[in-house]
């Protein structure tokens, strides 16, 4: 049996069982999206969009789950993790309306202790309630599963769900075999104050295919957080999709936690939507999987939209991490920033390739770019491709990439100052990546990301004492 074949007899194995099933508009979309997968196949490096970044081995190697920690250990971890950076946060202030000036009062609440917050729990690609606890919401709020909003609202979940056509192939296969998700709707002018975690366990299956979906209407403000924590051990694939649809003057930010198991294959799609004077803050964090695969997109569909496209990610071994994004000024007088590092050891390879269209409408479009990636080894390997493409005569647009290595006149620096050789190589190195993690402005996720880039440093429990 062929890959593709493997593919196309999960679908028709497990089609009326999928949520939804009994809704024509989703039933025809999976139709479509299983027949795009099976015309595309995996794609290789013979297409331009994966010219660095190939899944040919998914037609080759069987997937399959090894035992895990239990869902409730992992959860416990991570709720543990984050009650600390909270309590290590207290008294913070900050907000952050703005994501490429001084803030407002979106995330106004940045030191909420973390009983406050909302969480959603998903084991094995479906929503576990027992294990989730979303805290009072204010009217005109809805937060949920997916599969419970496709029962209860499907003519709402139809207009955000997208398209067969959207994206990459692995996006039409998580059209096609999407089992949950969550469900997030802002009624104009809804604030929430405090973070919405989306907690996404592997404990027993070898794949799961997830989708969420954020409906933010005029005005709305909200903090959304996807943990993916490592936790079925084996070759196992996540499919995930996020979709965010930013209404007028909305300020939407979300941070991407992905430190799944290391033969994990991980492909992931965040597309958002801004109408006028949207606010879209992205935060990605990859940290962990064999393969890693990150489509970040936005469409600045509205005059004076706003976006900031923020990444930090860490391979070893023989890892490898790729980040594509895109960033569509549509409208004009539009803002973007985008800001990604690297940190390359052993083997490893990380790729970005990031490109910024400016339309002949968007003019005095004002946009930034920029890649850095730090080679720890000999061995590691980075590649970098910043692209304009501007239509526009009246704009401010720049981007550039860089790639070295450790200043070692730094470390000569720090050595003279009684720090060792081991240490002073990580306090560089940890310098380096800081400067991604100081732009998530809520503190308590901030210092979250710094313990996971902590816990894959060597030596990071000793070089937190030092910092």
Not at 135 to 150: F, M, T, Y
Not at 225 to 251: C, F, I, K, N, W
Request: net charge negative; with cysteine; hydrophobic share 45%.
């Amino acid at each position: 049996m062929s890959a593709i074949d493997f593919w196309l007899g999960r679908h028709r194995d497990t089609a009326a069982d999928l949520p939804g099933a009994d809704l024509p508009w989703l039933v025809r979309l999976r139709e479509d999206a299983i027949d795009r997968f099976a015309d595309e196949g995996w794609p290789t490096t013979r297409r331009e969009n994966w010219r660095h970044t190939s899944l040919a081995f998914m037609g080759q190697q069987a997937l399959a789950a090894e035992a895990s920690d239990k869902p409730e250990a992992v959860l416990a971890r991570l709720r543990e993790r984050y009650r600390t950076a909270s309590r290590g946060q207290a008294g913070a202030h900050e907000g952050v309306a703005s994501v490429v000036g001084a803030g407002s009062t979106a995330n106004a609440a940045a030191s909420a202790p973390q009983d406050l917050d909302h969480w959603l729990v998903f084991v094995d690609g479906k929503f576990a309630p027992a294990l989730s606890a979303i805290g009072g919401l204010p009217g005109g709020a809805r937060i949920g599963s997916l599969a419970d909003a496709l029962k209860q609202s499907p003519e709402t979940v139809e207009a955000a769900f997208g398209n067969a056509s959207d994206g990459e192939a692995p996006q039409a296969l998580n059209a096609a075999l999407v089992t949950d998700g969550a469900w997030i709707r802002l009624g104009r002018g809804i604030a929430i104050e405090h973070p919405i975690h989306l907690v996404f366990i592997g404990a027993t299956v070898a794949d799961q295919h997830l989708r969420n979906l954020v409906v933010a209407e005029a005005g709305a403000q909200a903090t959304i957080v996807e943990h993916y924590p490592a936790a079925a051990a084996g070759s196992t694939l996540t499919t995930a999709v996020t979709r965010v649809l930013a209404a007028q003057d909305s300020h939407i930010t979300h941070l991407k936690l992905q430190q799944e198991a290391p033969e994990a294959t991980h492909l992931a799609t965040i597309e958002a939507e801004q109408a006028r004077g949207a606010v879209f803050a992205s935060h990605s964090l990859s940290f962990g999987a064999r393969l890693a695969r990150n489509d970040i997109r936005t469409r600045l569909a509205g005059e004076g939209a706003e976006a900031l496209l923020n990444g930090l990610y860490h391979a070893d071994g023989r890892r490898h991490v790729d980040h594509h994004t895109r960033i569509d000024h549509a409208r004009p007088q539009g803002t973007s920033r985008e800001f990604y590092r690297g940190l390359l050891d052993g083997s490893a390879r990380g790729v970005f390739t990031g490109r910024i269209l400016v339309a002949q409408d968007a003019q005095r479009t004002d946009a930034m770019q920029r890649c850095d990636n730090l080679l720890l080894s000999r061995l590691a390997e980075a590649d970098a491709r910043p692209e304009l493409e501007i239509y526009a005569d009246d704009v401010k647009c720049a981007h550039g990439a860089t790639v070295g290595q450790l200043d070692e006149d730094a470390l000569f620096y720090l050595r003279s100052r009684g720090v060792d050789a081991v240490h002073a190589r990580q306090l560089l190195t940890y310098a380096f990546a800081a400067e991604v993690l100081e732009r998530i402005a809520h503190a308590p996720l901030r210092a979250l990301g710094r313990a996971a880039l902590l816990e894959r440093l060597p030596e990071g429990a000793r070089l937190e004492e030092l910092l």
